[in-house]
């Protein structure tokens, strides 16, 4: 469940500012038909950093059950503020959840060894499996894979959402964490080359338009044949 096609969906509101709930459905539904492999709820596609945590948690929870076991659900859990991480953490430990994604903390541009206690506090406090989120472009800060190798030995993180575009991240984590941890990339743009040197599967901004085409790199990759297929799209 945590490899392939992956997808933050956004959070649909109504012009009242309420979450649109036919709108949400439609969206879910849209993902199962698609062949998505999970969907993250309130991630920061999902409107996380502008919902106070009573919304956050109402979101996810009405995602589950439009979702009604279908497709797999992660909850966005990430804060700037570790005890704040660990509380929207823990108001998902029995939900039915089947893991959390966790952005580094933005703006505060914490030190590597700020990233890792941010993150083994988090993991220490939930059974969720978690999976790191680096996103420097929009937090400011850069999970560095040294700092990826020491988090993969914590109990619970069991991957990564690698959004720097950087595809020589991809050997760099993979030499420093066992082969079960999970790289996905965050960039639509390196996703292919990303998958092909090793990564288990991809969260794709443009999935509204290529809705077919994501799940099937994932389903390739996953079979060991994106290389052949490659050559044949263009993404």
């Known amino acids: 469940m945590f490899t392939g096609s992956i997808v933050a969906i956004v959070t649909p509101m109504d012009e009242k500012g309420n979450v649109c709930r036919a709108s949400l459905k439609k969206l879910i ?27 956050h948690a109402d979101v996810v929870m ?27 953490t823990q108001r998902f430990n029995d939900s039915g959840i089947v893991g959390c994604l966790t952005v580094t903390p933005y703006y505060n541009r914490p030190s590597q060894e700020g990233l890792y206690q941010h993150f083994k506090a988090i993991a220490e406090h939930t059974d969720l499996p978690q999976i790191l989120y680096n996103v420097p472009s929009r937090t400011g800060c850069d999970l560095l894979p040294e700092t990826v190798g020491r988090l993969a030995k914590v109990k619970n993180i069991i991957g990564i959402k690698e959004a720097t575009g950087n595809l020589t991240r991809v050997n760099q984590i993979k ?12 960039d639509d743009a390196s996703a292919l080359d990303f998958m092909q040197l090793g990564g288990h599967g991809l969260f794709p901004l443009r999935l509204t338009s290529q809705r077919v085409i994501w799940p099937r790199c994932a389903n390739w990759q996953q079979k060991g044949i994106l290389p052949r297929h490659a050559l044949l799209i263009s993404v």
């Open 62 to 88: 009405m995602t589950l059950e439009l979702a009604d076991g279908r497709i797999p659900v992660i909850a966005g859990t990430g804060a700037n503020a570790t005890a704040e991480a660990i509380s929207l």
């Open 29 to 55: 539904d849209y993902h199962v038909a698609s062949g998505t492999s999970a969907i993250v709820s309130v991630g920061t596609t999902g409107e996380s950093a502008t919902l106070n945590h009573d919304e």
């Open 175 to 186: 030499e420093l964490v066992s082969d079960d941890f999970v790289l996905l990339s965050g």
